[in-house]
């Protein structure tokens, strides 16, 4: 079984049935059409996660927000938010 690559180098947003509701420990994401429920607690990712739109690359936004990507962590967490459903390619 091999790693979900992550491509940061595209605009991302989050799925129109995905809400997102701001909690002490970052962030959770609720996904109305399959009941996903997500936790992002890194503060830094917790609020590149909640302003994906579309207009930008998640690698700009995780550059103006001090995050490292190529970190296992990070790459791995983006994935599995793309794997469930939650984040999607920005539709143009």
């Not at 739109?53 to 994935?79: F, P």
Request: proline share 2%.
């Amino acid at each position: 079984m091999t790693a979900r690559v992550f491509d940061a180098n595209c605009g991302w947003e989050l799925d129109p049935q995905v809400r997102v509701r701001q909690e002490q420990f970052g962030v959770l994401l609720y996904h109305f059409g399959n009941r996903r429920l997500t936790f992002v607690k890194d503060p830094a990712l917790a609020a590149v996660v909640s302003e994906l739109d579309g207009t930008s690359t998640v690698a700009a936004r995780c550059e103006r927000a001090g995050i490292t990507l190529g970190h296992k962590a990070v790459d791995a967490a983006l994935a599995a938010l793309e794997a469930g459903g939650m984040i999607r390619r920005a539709r143009q």
